[in-house]
């Protein structure tokens, strides 16, 4: 058996007698079928992109087959096997002929599907129903199915497309699990090794290359969670494969268990069961995805560890696989316990070192408080020019939040369902995340070419219960500016709830530097009087994402702190930005909407403020992000509703130029100092200042000082 021993299948056959809830999805699924037992074979010829009528046909039909196929394996009834074989020779009467896919994809077409791709999906899907059902058919039966369908796609799949075969990239997964997969069922050693090691067997491309390089230590996706998670179902299967078929090869111990690191990190990246919406991330897709699923079952199976039985718990999907059983009873017997998701630095790149995504976590419940700091790589593509940018949650929301794609997944009126335009020209762009723009200008000016080459340098990060702290520096992202950005979250005794924004310029000649903060919620007040546009507005530029973000209200700070506060559902957050340069400088408020030169109305209509300085040399923007207060429109009260910091400065110490040290006055006469060494040390090294004639010590690199 291609994904099972023959032990587990005779488990699994008595188990689907037995009452459970293996046994409720089986007969749940077993109605499915048996409806589409009761309609017409349909395989239709290709003729719609993704989205369209005949792209989701064949997409429902390798699900089908592969659902007959776990029936049959389950109770061995005739009529499963024989859809399969009836489905699977209508493709091989067809498929021989067929052209490239009339509205092929540029980069790797599809004969059935637009793209390869969804070519290699089908195979993934389709050589386990017929592994199932393969010793109930006639050898001619399979002999049309097999050099009909299946020899002429993997041939199609793997030496006719070594662009894709041999590409270290998320497409070459599924291309080689497609053809690994089938080489193991139709008894081709040959196709397996290409697959694990490249068309030419050296090792330069293939599945082990893939966990060498498209993996962390960590076990971090270079292109982030959303094509973590799409990646993942291809590695997983074909791992256990490899692992039922040639046990020796010890796959899951590969790299120090590096897949099952992926299994457990594409959970971790995640807040209130949705995927972090970092790059190119459609931000409706969470833990339940049908790819963790079934990464969630096989951790279970070959570590046993019982937090991820909670999240199977929330995934409310049982797979009808050997080790979907042992999921399914352990639940049963309520095994499952909390999964511990906690703060931790997800290094990126092949060695852990070009960046990381840091997770910060405080008040571990469901509606925790979490904050990201994107210092990772470009993500290849599917990256995003915003280095140093950041997202926050808190009551099981995004608050201040990342665009993600500008796409709309399988709506064949947006484009086919594909990337939109507004993808490059919106999305990606730097101006449409939480991090520094320069002259208007996105990083490596969005070239994707040259971003791929530099990557952060995270200086050091720091979890204690009350004070968490991540610092990183970005060196190459523009020719004449470098910046360093600290983020410290805080959850204080006192009960205040903030997150501390220092963002270090040095910039070689003047600049326009922009630093934008996108929010959920609705606008309450600002100290800035604004100069609102209520009759005409324009867009804030012309190009590198400017041009779609109309300029609705802009005006001069001038206390030099600018807040913004706003509500989202029951809870307040204020945003406060200082700004010191070298020389005096004009720090202007803006105030903008995503949404202009969008005739096809595209893009979702965010907001966000921006401030906004033109400055030389070292310029430093001090920010502070409040959790606050209480709405409750059903009981007609509102709590705190006023942002509690009084001033936030950048202060001297007496005597230690390798502290800094920043005050934060708070109403009721609660005062902080938020004190950082300015170089990397030791956890448990400790460094003295002074301050207004007392002595402070950090321990490590940062400390948070009640005064």
Do not use: C
Not at 122 to 129: A, D, F, N, R, T
Not at 288 to 314: P, R, W
Not at 374 to 382: D, E, R
């Amino acid at each position: 058996m291609l994904l099972e021993s023959n032990e587990q299948v005779e488990q699994m056959q008595a188990a689907a007698t037995k009452p459970g809830s293996f046994s409720r999805e089986f007969e749940n699924r077993r109605s499915a079928i048996d409806a589409a037992l009761m309609q017409p074979i349909n395989v239709p010829l290709p003729a719609d992109a993704g989205g369209g009528y005949t792209h989701e046909v064949h997409k429902k039909n390798y699900a089908l087959i592969r659902d007959a196929g776990r029936l049959y394996l389950l109770s061995q009834e005739k009529k499963y096997a024989d859809l399969i074989r009836d489905i699977l020779t209508a493709y091989a009467e067809m498929y021989p002929s067929l052209p490239l896919h009339p509205k092929q994809k540029e980069q790797s077409p599809g004969k059935l599907f637009w793209q390869s791709l969804n070519e290699a999906m089908w195979l993934v899907y389709s050589i386990q129903g017929y592994d199932a059902v393969k010793e109930a058919l006639t050898q001619s039966e399979r002999d049309k199915i097999e050099n009909g369908v299946f020899l002429p796609m993997v041939k199609y799949l793997s030496d006719e497309s070594p662009q894709t075969f041999d590409k270290i990239h998320n497409h070459g997964t599924w291309a080689v699990a497609a053809v690994g997969m089938a080489g193991y069922v139709l008894d081709k050693p040959e196709w397996v090794e290409k697959s694990l090691y490249g068309l030419d067997k050296s090792g330069k491309g293939g599945f082990m290359r893939q966990l060498d390089e498209l993996f962390s230590p960590e076990g971090y996706y270079n292109e982030g969670p959303y094509y973590q998670r799409f990646a993942l179902l291809p590695f997983v299967m074909f791992a256990k494969a490899v692992d039922v078929n040639e046990p020796d090869r010890e796959i899951f111990e590969y790299r120090d268990g590096i897949l099952l690191k992926a299994i457990t990190t594409t959970i971790e990246l995640s807040y209130n069961g949705l995927f972090f919406g970092i790059n190119d991330a459609i931000k409706d897709k969470g833990i339940d995805t049908i790819e963790l699923v079934h990464g969630v079952t096989v951790a279970y199976n070959k570590t046993g560890e019982k937090g991820l039985l909670s999240i199977a718990k929330i995934q409310n999907q049982i797979l009808l696989t050997g080790d979907g059983l042992e999921v399914a009873q352990a639940l049963d017997e309520g095994l499952e316990e909390v999964y511990p998701f906690t703060s931790k630095a997800y290094g990126d790149g092949i060695s852990g070192d070009e960046g990381a995504l840091v997770v910060l976590r405080q008040n571990q419940s469901s509606d925790h408080q979490t904050l990201v700091f994107k210092a990772t790589s470009q993500g290849l593509g599917h990256g995003h020019f915003d280095k140093l940018s950041w997202l926050f949650f808190n009551d099981g929301k995004e608050i201040v939040y990342d665009y993600g794609a500008a796409r709309f997944l399988n709506v064949e009126a947006k484009y086919g369902g594909h990337y939109l335009a507004e993808n490059n020209s919106y999305a990606k762009q730097t101006i449409a995340h939480n991090t520094l723009v320069v002259d208007e200008i996105s990083h490596f000016n969005g070239n994707t070419k040259e971003g791929n080459k530099y990557h952060p340098e995270v200086i050091f990060t720091e979890f204690d219960e009350r004070l968490q702290v991540s610092v990183a520096n970005m060196q190459n992202a523009y020719k004449d500016v470098t910046f360093k950005r600290t983020q410290a979250m805080v959850n204080s005794e006192e009960g205040l709830i903030f997150i501390v924004d220092v963002l270090d310029v040095n910039a070689n000649g003047e600049h326009q530097l922009d630093l934008p903060v996108h929010f959920n919620g609705q606008f309450i007040d600002t100290s800035v009087d604004l100069a609102a546009q209520t009759t005409t507005q324009k867009a804030l530029g012309d190009n590198n994402g400017y041009q779609h973000l109309w300029l609705q209200a802009l005006g001069r700070v001038k206390n030099n702190l600018a807040r913004v506060t706003w509500l989202q559902d029951s809870t307040f957050y204020s945003h406060s930005t200082s700004v010191t340069a070298e020389k005096q400088v004009e720090h202007d408020l803006m105030m903008v909407r995503v949404g202009a030169n969008d005739p096809n109305f595209n893009l979702i209509a965010k907001q966000a403020l921006v401030n906004r300085v033109k400055a030389s040399g070292n310029v430093q923007f001090l920010s502070v992000l409040e959790v606050h207060g209480e709405y409750n429109g059903s009981r007609e009260y509102t709590l705190d509703s006023k942002s509690s910091l009084v001033s936030l400065e950048n202060t001297e110490v007496d005597s230690n130029e390798i502290v800094r040290v920043f005050k934060l006055d708070f109403t009721n006469d609660v005062s902080y100092l938020l004190a950082l060494a300015d170089d990397a040390k030791a956890h448990d090294q400790e460094t003295q200042f002074s301050y207004m004639g007392k002595t402070f010590l950090i321990k490590g690199n940062a400390q948070l000082i009640r005064l």
